[in-house]
């Protein structure tokens, strides 16, 4: 009897040539690269929602700072040797909804005491955007800029008319600046020669998201060069930069 005949099993790369090996190849990176280019874009929305709902926050929040002290906070409080201890994200805790935080915070210490860093652990959502899914440290992405003719001058609290198209916070990428710590941008460090802060270039890759009393705002991302700079600074200092950004 006649022993039936097996069938030759080559490898499965054998039978595969190298056409459709590499067509293959080209298929899976396509599919990696859409779900890559799927999930940043997911990323960048949820970038774009946070921002607008962290400063829609905090600009309502000063907004009812003011009804209730008749001013902005001041960007800082000093001690009696005129040292800055505390900062406006501070002062408008209560108006963000953050009663016992700003409870246990004491004003009659620094903001680096012992106390008040363990105070400061316990972050507002509010002033963090995350950028980075890796960050963990409390350093805030929304801060003032100061400076002469700016709505924050300094120690001392200013009152914003209803039309007042300045500037009050706009929000950093890297600011390496605690919450509760006195410190923000000051206005110098924003100009053409400077070409603005860095974490203000690397915010407007995607455009600079900011805020007035009254209104968001988002500069377009063009705005990195010597004339939008100065259209910046006249934003935060008159309001003349929004009114040609708006073309009036």
């Known amino acids: 009897m006649q022993r039936p ?51 829609h926050s905090i600009r309502i929040a000063l907004q009812a700072y003011q009804q209730q002290n008749g001013t ?41 005491s012992s106390h008040n860093l363990i105070v400061a652990a316990d972050m507002p959502v509010e002033y963090r955007c995350q950028f980075d899914p890796r960050e963990t440290d409390n350093h805030t992405h ?10 924050w001058p300094g120690a001392v609290a200013t009152r914003v008319a209803a039309d007042d198209q300045r500037i009050v ?5 890297s600011s390496n600046i605690l919450w509760s710590e006195p410190a923000d941008l000051p206005l110098a460090s924003i100009t053409p020669e400077r070409q603005a802060a860095p974490g203000l270039v690397v ?25 939008s700079t100065r259209q910046l600074r006249e934003m935060l200092t008159d309001g003349r930069g929004i009114q040609r950004l708006q073309g009036n």
């Open 169 to 173: 916070v706009l929000q950093m990428a």
């Open 72 to 112: 902005l906070p001041p960007a800082y409080v000093c001690d009696a040797s005129g040292v800055p201890c505390h900062s406006w994200r501070v002062l408008i805790l209560p108006q963000l909804g953050y009663f016992d935080l700003y409870r246990r915070y004491r004003f009659s210490e620094p903001w680096n």
């Open 203 to 227: 915010e407007r890759r995607r455009g600079l998201p900011l805020a007035t009393l009254n209104r968001l705002i988002i500069l377009p991302p063009e705005a990195t060069d010597d004339t």
């Open 142 to 151: 929304y801060l003032a800029v100061v400076g002469a003719g700016t709505v």
């Open 5 to 55: 005949v097996q069938p030759t099993v080559r490898p499965l790369f054998s039978r595969i040539s190298l056409v459709e090996l590499c067509g293959v190849v080209i298929i899976f990176a396509g599919v990696l690269g859409a779900i890559f280019w799927v999930a940043h874009g997911n990323r960048e929305a949820t970038l774009d929602r946070m921002s607008v709902r962290n400063l």
